[in-house]
């Protein structure tokens, strides 16, 4: 059974379709001297730059390109990278905090295989050419539960059509979340959209996480409730 999307969402008039704003939070605790140093130092070296050939921004070893929005404090990034070396890791994350935290991580075991993106996520999917993700991860995003928030949800039909082109035919689309309003909301609007398809076979396969899926510091301290983790495919669909 194919869930509809409500039409104000799927409508080219939708007021919220070209709105920019950016929600949540960019700054938080003061950075350490060393953190703001970072951030002048290796992550100008290695930050993400919009447009021309992504492959281009990697060392030539790089034959894939996956992409995480909101990677938090990078634990999931890095080890990604660590374990793919073949694979250029594109992070996207607005909050200071966050930023400063990764680049830790790499300054103490450096990766040159992880480009940062200080910023909105969505505008390096609207400047990536067609068909160029192998795997798109979106792990527990902010669930922004009260309803008149919803428009605020990085999961709209709108980015599953962005995802949908910037993604390779077979490549995968990740996503977690603890928030009980939220996955029925996900699930809802991946099941309604033609370019994915479920890899689900049974319960263990969202209740489970995947052996290449490691966990974050927010899984740890902050989780409110058993995760569900949610695998599709871009198939080769992508429209009706």
């Known amino acids: ?11 080219p008039d939708h007021p919220d379709r070209n709105r920019r704003k950016l929600y949540g939070r960019r700054k938080g605790p003061k950075l350490s ?9 290796l992550l100008s070296e290695i930050a993400w730059y919009l447009g021309g050939d992504p492959l281009a921004q990697f060392p ?15 634990e999931h990034l890095v080890w ?19 930023v400063a935290k990764i680049l830790t ?9 992880v480009r940062i993106h200080e910023g909105d996520g969505r505008d390096i999917i609207e400047a990536l050419p067609d068909s160029c993700l192998g795997r798109f991860f979106l792990l527990f995003p902010d669930p922004w539960p009260k309803t008149r928030h919803h428009k605020r949800r990085f999961l709209q039909m709108e980015m599953l059509g ?7 035919p077979g490549a995968e689309l990740r996503f977690a979340t603890d ?10 609007r991946l099941m309604a959209h033609p370019a ?27 989780i409110k409730g058993p995760p569900t983790f949610l695998r599709f495919r871009r198939g080769a669909r992508l429209g009706p």
């Not at 194919?2 to 409508?11: D, H, N, T």
């Not at 962005?162 to 390779?168: D, E, G, I, P, S």
């Open 80 to 98: 990604q990278a660590a374990h793919h070396p073949e694979v250029g890791m594109i992070g996207a994350e607005p909050y200071q905090m966050g």
């Open 1 to 11: 059974m194919l869930f509809k999307a409500p039409m104000s969402e799927q409508s």
């Open 60 to 74: 030539n070893t790089v034959r894939e390109i996956w992409l995480e929005v909101g990677f938090g404090a990078g």
């Open 179 to 188: 928030d009980k309003s939220y996955l029925p909301y996900a699930l809802e």
């Open 33 to 41: 001297g060393r953190q703001a140093e970072l951030r002048q130092t």
């Open 162 to 168: 962005q995802l949908a082109r910037v993604l390779k």
């Open 196 to 222: 994915f398809e479920w890899l689900a076979q049974g319960p263990a396969d969202w209740k489970s996480r995947p052996d290449d899926w490691p966990p974050t510091r927010y899984e740890t301290k902050a």
């Open 105 to 113: 991580k790499l300054e103490e075991s450096p990766l040159n295989t």
